[in-house]
């Protein structure tokens, strides 16, 4: 049997990272993301340039250059999870032409915890670890556990930000969703569960899908 072809959708917060990975190590497929995929892949001759004459110009890579290069790291994979991709529509038509998906999962989350789950991030200055003002304090607030670095909130996880970013989720990503859930391939999985639970529910549905 060939390795499974799962694309994970859902918004910032919704702990499409986290189960991506246990996705990758369950299964042994590739974690495709399309940051990682351009990055790798930033000298690629596409028809409309190489991203990296986009990235360096500081300009967004457009929709054509980043369907080739997810494309190519599709082809170079033995099996996959996709994540952050397809994000607008024409992306998600493109994705239907290049492949055939075994599994569409939703990490289907409430608004509102996903605001709680981002703005409660904190990140150490000193060393990069991560904490959640609720989830996983520190033992002492605003101080790491591991060097007693100063924990600080990131610009993207303020609370303005992080509406504005589910925002942008509604507007292009909810086309997507919609797509998949018409043509009947949608699976949604409560993402509102511990971590352990949410994985739970999405290995049963990718047992049930290959
Ligand atoms: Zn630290």
């Not at 994000?87 to 990490?107: G, K, P």
């Not at 556990?145 to 909810?174: A, H, M, P, S, Y």
């Not at 391939?185 to 990718?206: F, H, K, N, S």
């Amino acid at each position: 049997m060939s390795q499974p072809k799962i694309l994970l959708l859902g918004p910032p917060g919704a702990g499409k990272g986290t189960q991506s990975k246990n996705i990758a190590e369950t299964y042994d497929v590739d974690h495709v993301t399309t940051g990682d995929a351009l990055r790798a892949n930033k000298d690629m001759e596409t028809e409309h340039g190489t991203p990296r004459s986009f990235m360096e110009a500081g300009e967004l890579v457009p929709d054509p250059v980043v369907n080739e290069i997810v494309q190519a790291a599709l082809e170079d994979a033995d099996g996959f999870v996709l994540d952050g991709y397809p994000r607008n529509l024409s992306q998600a038509e493109y994705l239907d032409d290049i492949t055939d998906l075994d599994l569409v999962a939703l990490l289907d989350v409430d608004h509102g915890e996903l605001v709680d789950r981002l703005t409660g991030r904190r990140v150490c200055s000193e060393c990069g670890a991560n904490y959640h003002v609720e989830f996983s304090p520190p033992e002492e607030e605003g101080v790491c556990d591991e060097c007693g670095g100063e924990l600080i909130q990131r610009d993207d996880d303020n609370e303005e930000t992080v509406k504005e970013r589910l925002n942008v989720f509604d507007e292009n990503t909810q086309p997507v969703i919609d797509y998949y859930d018409d043509e009947g391939e949608l699976v949604r999985i409560d993402g509102e569960g511990t971590p352990d639970e949410v994985w739970a529910d999405l290995q049963a549905a990718i047992e049930d899908a290959v």
